[in-house]
């Protein structure tokens, strides 16, 4: 990225002005009785941690071992925890799930993002869940590999076509 190029300097202020909205969004406060509306709230975050990873990516690469990236998988699987397996939210919570998977360098996030894939798969079925968690298992063979820089998107386009997170 040419970073004294006007355009990439626009891309960078705008990149920057929609990271701070987001950091800055407070997520709505509900009662702690309420699972349903907690449960919303929690896919909110895991959503919102899974977009400014996005937007790291976009600008500075898909390096996983930046701070960023592993500030927002330890976010969105603390939020995806509160989430109860056959709720009514889990359908909703593929992409930042998936997201958490592509910045995943420890075992031990990759295990609770396979865990939770396979309750996906198991509960709510659709094609695309187990799609996403083949496409996973690639990208981890490749890190495994040492590759620690994988651009997913890219790889979705090629070999995965059938996927859609968004």
Known sequence: MDR???????????AENIEKSLQTWPPPNHEAENTALREVTALAIATKWAALMRLHQVVSGYNVTHPKVKAAVTNILSAVSII??????????????????????MKSDRLTVEYR???METIIGFGNINGAHRALNAIWQRMNAGEMAINWLLLLETSYPEIVLF
Do not use: D
Request: net charge positive.
């Open 117 to 119: 894939l396979r309750l």
């Open 84 to 105: 109860r397996p056959g709720s009514k939210t889990e359908a909703h919570i593929l992409f930042p799930l998936f997201m958490a998977g592509v910045g995943s360098a």
């Open 4 to 14: 004294n190029s006007p355009s990439e300097a626009y891309l960078l202020s705008t």
